[in-house]
């Protein structure tokens, strides 16, 4: 099983950005898929974008759609989640996953990172 570890959260103002990394380790991403899913207070984990083990495919939710930008470095062991025009709503913990199929379900991810803050002000 592959180990995740999130960083780049923070606060910033409505229209700022931030720039996400989930650092793997224990395993080489590879051969994974990737994905980023967020989770509000009293709201269930939610998608947010997927890529896949070769950069070839992406998906992202309708929310963020031209605002986020998912990407990986393979040599890297490292996924990244780029995101602009952030807006109040998009306020949430953002995890991690990796999986062994294309995903874009939590259910079919197997390993998760702990999460990091984003905190979105008007």
């Known amino acids: 099983q592959v180990q995740l570890v999130e960083s780049g959260g923070g606060l910033v103002q409505a229209g700022g950005s931030l720039r996400l990394s989930c650092v793997a380790s224990?395993?080489?991403?590879?051969?994974?898929?990737m994905g980023w899913f967020r989770q509000a207070p009293g709201k269930e984990r939610e998608f947010v974008a997927a890529?896949?083990?070769?950069?070839?495919?992406?998906s992202y939710a309708d929310s963020v759609k031209g605002r986020f930008t998912i990407s990986r470095d393979n040599a890297k062991n490292t996924v990244y989640l780029q995101m602009n025009s952030l807006k109040p709503e998009d306020t949430a913990v953002y995890y991690c996953?990796?999986?062994?199929?294309?995903?874009?379900?939590?259910?079919?991810?197997?390993?998760w990172g702990q999460g990091t803050q984003v905190t979105v002000s008007s």
């Open positions: 224990g395993r080489t991403l590879h051969s994974y898929a």
């Open positions: 996953a990796a999986g062994w199929k294309w995903a874009t379900k939590v259910a079919d991810f197997d390993s």
């Open positions: 890529i896949s083990w070769s950069s070839s495919t992406t």
